[in-house]
């Protein structure tokens, strides 16, 4: 005691704090702090992976009478098994087998509280004292913010931009050891906008058969693909190394906000089930919380034309921007990764101060580079309105015009 004053013997847990800076949200609500609130023109989100709140992207009426009409029904009022509903799970593993050479059991699938929560059960589930984790660079940050908390090492392999982002195999080969247990792949790509070729994943499967490693693929933005390359679900190549996918409704659907997704095992050859991980998952699942029952009761469709719209005018506008490249037109997913060009900026010295300034400046959120692990790149997210993309595209280019340095 110190003049008579209690000391508690509690106190926050610092690594959670540190791991929470890393996230999206963690940038996103740094650049929020930062905004005018002087300038009366509307913020253009450009930061955001939430369409939502756009009329374009309004889910279907169909998907909101299946909740109403799920809810209504008392039959979701319960607690719901921890794996997930049945009816819910077998219309997961209908919907992904359509797509794959082999058909999935209902006990494939697990239920999850989005794609968030799936990502932090299989973290969980493979840490272990001296494991390390192969993660994308740029890629999703969650995923090293909850490698922090598992205190599961990280190791970053590259994506070749001049490839269409691309997997560096030759540097996962060099990163993977005897105490890798995992590498992770994002397909369509956040932040990438790329997709992969049939062709590319099989190698990618072959480099986990190689080192005796699983694939965790997300694929959140399955089918939201508007370029030459179809979506191919990892699972295709499940025979010749295991493959976890996650994913969830939020995108596709357009309705993050209902916290419905899922974690399945694609395993033909029943690797997964040997080696304890089904187990582990299940044991995990029973610790935590559950999604909404009723959300879990059925599946809905939403097309995706506005966003190639969007992919088109986002490419053709940064043309006209000097200091920002755009490498690969987007294909996939709900962004596009432009290069900054500081060398002709003044005053400016990496992506976070051109994101503070361009949000004090001009009301708009973009997320810097350094968030996805790529410094002095910046993610353009394209899934709004078109107009309030072109606004907010424009008001780039006068920023950058303004900071333009004078010859």
């Keep these: 005691m110190e003049n008579g004053a209690k000391i508690w013997s509690f106190k926050g847990n610092e690594e959670l704090q540190s791991a929470s800076e890393k996230t999206v949200r963690g940038f996103l609500n740094l650049l929020m702090e930062n905004l005018n609130k002087d300038d009366h023109r509307p913020t253009v989100p450009l930061g955001h992976g939430d369409p939502s709140a756009f009329p374009s992207f309004r889910t279907t009426v169909i998907a909101e009478d299946a909740i109403v009409d799920a809810l209504r029904s008392a039959k979701y009022n319960c607690y719901a098994p921890t794996v997930g509903i049945l009816p819910g799970r077998r219309s997961i593993a209908d919907y992904l087998s359509r797509d794959l050479p082999y058909t999935l059991s209902p006990d494939d699938v697990y239920l999850t509280i989005g794609c968030t929560q799936a990502i932090e059960v299989m973290l969980t589930v493979l840490a272990r004292p001296g494991a390390n984790i192969l993660l994308p660079r740029p890629g999703f940050p969650y995923y090293e913010a909850r490698a922090a908390c598992t205190h599961l090492e990280v190791r970053h392999f590259d994506l070749l ?68 390359n179809p979506f191919v679900p990892m699972g295709t190549f499940g025979s010749i190394a295991p493959v976890i996918t996650l994913g969830s409704i939020s995108k596709r659907w357009s309705v993050p906000g209902w916290r419905c997704g899922w974690l399945v095992t694609n395993d033909p050859n029943g690797t997964l089930r040997k080696s304890g991980i089904v187990e582990c998952i299940k044991g995990c699942l029973d610790v935590s919380s559950d999604p909404p029952t009723f959300i879990q009761e059925d599946f809905f469709s939403k097309i995706i034309n506005i966003i190639r719209e969007a992919a088109d005018l986002c490419y053709d506008r940064i043309k006209e921007i000097p200091c920002i490249t755009c490498p690969y037109k987007p294909e996939g997913s709900m962004y596009a ?71």
């Design 161 to 228: 931009p001049e490839n269409g982002w691309e997997v560096d195999l030759q540097a996962v080969e060099a990163l993977a050891d005897h105490n890798t247990v995992a590498m992770v792949i994002i397909n369509p790509g956040n932040p990438c906008g790329n997709v992969y070729s049939h062709q590319h994943l099989n190698k990618i499967a072959e480099t986990a058969r190689k080192f005796g490693i699983l694939v965790i693929s997300d694929e959140v933005y399955n089918h939201i693909t508007f370029g030459s």
């Design 337 to 407: 990764m432009v290069k900054l060009n500081l060398c002709l900026l003044e005053g400016i010295g990496d992506d976070l101060e051109f994101c503070l300034k361009l949000a004090k400046e001009e009301s708009v959120v973009v997320l810097p580079g350094m968030a996805v692990g790529m410094k002095n790149w910046l993610r353009i997210t394209i899934a709004i309105e078109l107009s309030s993309l072109e606004d907010g595209l424009g008001r780039i280019k006068a920023f950058c015009q303004r900071h333009a340095k004078k010859e």
